[in-house]
């Protein structure tokens, strides 16, 4: 019996991963196809088609009762339209309708990325049992999304978490977004090795300019290196305060690539948050570790297929 | 008939106001008494008291069904206890059950001033009919609070939408609260008047040197006097624009004193708030001036109460 399975739709700038998962979020199939990311449209959605043509392939299929997408955003879960960055054929792309078109008419359920990595260590992961979290996801770009009174907040376009543009420098450099001083400016890893870099960090031998490698010359003892990681810290702490002094969180969780430097971020960054986080109410907050790995997006992405389904029966329709 | 009366105070450094109000936030009775601000801890609570005495002298208190409170910050609404930072004597003061045993046993719902406010305004005021809004006091300090999803979000402790205590300068000026560069430090009432003070404003014949004459400074064309009302608005956008991109809000109500400053405050937030507010979910909001008069955290801290008693009856309990 497998009466609350759901499709789950991972949609990224490099792959297009899909799954059937189980009221406890196991993965019951698979499927996965490479982004033709520089492609038009359709051949976009050519791809995700595929993915979703194996997943109908599967006997599971017929126990599947609604599809959730994780997508990189922007998203407009009223719309149901999506506009990724990194996909420039998709611009207001009617995603929604068209995987309901291609599974058959179920209801279909769009959160972004961030969102639904937040979904997923929320059910099963680091912020599991908190009602008031923030998630992140600090990589190549800095994402996240907020769990509020013990329920994922998405918000009316399915957007609400994405700290790496929040301006924590109002005078700082200017964004890619448009704006200064964003999160993700000061604290993505391109930032981070591009920063080292600046102030006079060289890679080793292999030539690996990665905030990897300036993770590892950090733990070495690189003073410059140390110090682009603390900077990094620093803005990602005022970031954290800044969301739990508007909307009360009691957890950070923090993952992505640049999430895993570990130490040589996480120190800074707790006793950076020490001064910023100071109201009598944020005090407690918490930082800890990511603990779900590559299947997060597909796994928040069928939770909010099922707490949609939850909220519908509970509703009555 | 008066089946939904509900008791409202609103808990100030200045003043305890109380009221009778109904369903429909119409204000039927009224009591107020100065705040011994600086005496002890109970001597300020006489004063509650007294504020309660004079409310249940009226033939209408056997109406009233439950007490809401609006109270100066920080509050704990998970402890029922408030510590203000203008009142001293009063630090983790058991409020709400001191006010269930005067109001004989009355349920008693306790929410921070700025969200009483936000409650108001999303009542009866200029976020009446949206959704999703962040309402803001830009006074001697500055506070706020937010609507989420349609309903009031004052946050497991009663505090959400501090948006005074965020940072938007990571590296600027201490704040008093601890950290660096927040809003309010920036864009308070005594912080445009110390700016504009430090850059060679100077007050007229009167002498006076308070934000109100900086405003008057800035429209008779004082170049410095505008720059600092610039300065405040730049980082109320940059708070602003932080809200919507953290929780998707659709609407910024901006009151209290220097909120009344009109366009010499509005017009350079709205150019800034393009500035800092970029990605597409975000792009639509907009600023508005609040409408609710000096009752407006009388009539938030009932809306609460109202709208405490309306869970609890779907609740069936």
Known sequence: MHTDLVAALDIGGTKIAGALVDGRGRILARAQRPTPAQEDGETVMRAVEAVLGELRGSPLWRSARAVGIGSAGPVDASAGTVS?????????????????????????????????????????????????????????????????????????????????????????????????????????????????????????????????????????????????????????????????????????????????????LLAPLRRALAEYATLSFVRRLVVAPARMGTDAGLVGAAAAALARRADTAALGV
Request: aromatic letters at 2%; one cysteine or more.
């Open 84 to 264: 990724p960055v990194n996909v420039p054929g998709w611009r207001d792309y009617p995603l929604v309708a068209r995987v309901r078109d291609e599974a058959g008419g179920l209801p279909v359920e769009l959160i972004g990325d961030g969102v639904a990595i937040t979904a997923a260590e929320h059910w099963q992961g680091a912020a599991r049992g908190h009602d008031n979290a923030l998630c992140m996801v600090v990589s190549t770009g800095v994402g996240g999304g907020l769990v509020l009174g013990g329920r994922l907040h998405p918000g009316p376009t399915g957007n609400a978490g994405h700290i790496g543009h929040i301006s924590v420098d109002l005078d700082g450099d200017p964004c890619p977004c448009g704006s200064r001083g964003c999160v993700e400016r000061i604290a993505s890893g391109p930032n981070i090795a591009r920063r080292a870099l600046a102030d006079g960090w060289r890679p080793g031998p292999d030539g690996d300019a990665s905030a990897a490698a300036v993770a590892t010359a950090a733990r070495a003892g690189d003073p410059v290196a140390a110090a682009s990681f603390e900077r990094a810290a620093r803005a990602l702490a005022a970031g954290i305060a800044a969301t739990a002094t508007l909307v009360e969180i009691d957890i950070a969780v923090i993952g992505g690539g640049v999430g895993k430097a570990g130490e040589i």
